[in-house]
């Protein structure tokens, strides 16, 4: 139970205290789930992940190396050094399990951080030989060929890949940046539409409002945000979107909702903070 409270606390809090000081708790599971939490809340907490790299667990070893990745790129170079031992023991593994279409696609992933693109390219290719309707692999190597100037092959995966996953708000919205990024904005409204129909979700949502007001539709921009609102799957960044729309559209009503619901969640972020350093 405290792990996966550990686990979600990250997208509520990303500061919380908890998750800093359960990193170094005596139940790796706890560990586990503070990492996830850390995860969560985004990069900036990659300091704080840093001393999991030597944990006895090598479960816990792996998913510190894997959240790390990200920031790869940006680690001073003392910190790329104490990185490196556990992502050298990391890509054994990997190696040894290189059969296996989740091993071939988690050594792209090393790859691509360390701006190795020809490596993680091939081990992409190779992770789909092995399993043609492996959909991770599919959006991997859609984002590789977008990164590489290569952005129309990218279409087509992602198109395979929704067919194959409908239900992932994930690979709908990559499809969806793909056809804005070919400058089709109305059938990327239309794919994510039917994702917000299907199932309410507060990133995909995000991106969806924004697809609409981009399209001169702010009212309906807006009754998104109010979906989203409702159904208490709301962010920082969504209300302010909204304030800015109702602004725009001259709509006093909702700009005072959404500017009373970014006040208490405000609001809320302060007061965990305070209750944070009562000992």
């Not at 990218?154 to 198109?159: E, I, Q, R, S, T």
């Not at 056809?179 to 039917?194: C, F, N, P, S, Y």
Request: no cysteine; aromatic share 4%.
């Amino acid at each position: 139970v405290r792990a996966t409270a550990l686990g979600l606390l990250g997208q509520y809090d990303p500061s919380a205290r908890e998750l800093h000081l359960a990193v170094a708790d005596a139940d790796p599971l706890v560990r586990l789930g503070a990492l996830r939490g850390l995860v969560a809340a985004g990069p900036a907490n990659w300091r704080i992940v840093m001393p999991l790299l030597d944990d006895p667990l090598r479960a816990l070893r792996f998913a510190a190396v894997t959240a790390l990745l990200p920031n790869y790129p940006q680690l001073p170079v003392a910190s790329r050094a104490r990185l490196t031992p556990a992502l050298d023991e990391f890509l054994g593994h990997l190696s040894m399990n290189a059969d296996r279409a989740e091993a071939l696609t988690s050594r792209a992933l090393v790859h691509v951080a360390k701006g190795e693109t020809d490596r993680a390219e091939g081990d992409l290719l190779s992770a789909l030989e092995r399993n043609p309707a492996w959909v991770p692999g599919m959006v991997n190597l859609a984002d590789l060929y977008r990164a590489t100037g290569r952005d129309p092959q990218a279409g087509p995966l992602l198109d395979q890949a929704l067919a194959l996953s409908p239900q992932s708000s994930q690979v709908r919205v990559a499809a969806a940046l793909w056809r804005v990024r070919q400058g089709h904005l109305d059938q990327a409204i239309e794919l994510l539409a039917q994702g917000h129909a299907a199932r309410l979700e507060s990133a995909s949502g995000y991106v969806y409002a924004v697809a609409l007001s981009s399209a001169g539709q702010p009212a309906k921009a807006l009754s998104v945000i109010d979906d989203l609102l409702e159904a208490d799957l709301y962010s920082a960044q969504l209300l302010q979107l909204g304030i800015s729309l109702a602004q725009q559209s001259r709509r006093p009503v909702r700009l005072n909702r959404y500017q009373d619901a970014l006040r208490r969640l405000s609001l809320s972020r302060s007061a965990a903070s305070v209750l944070n350093e009562i000992p």
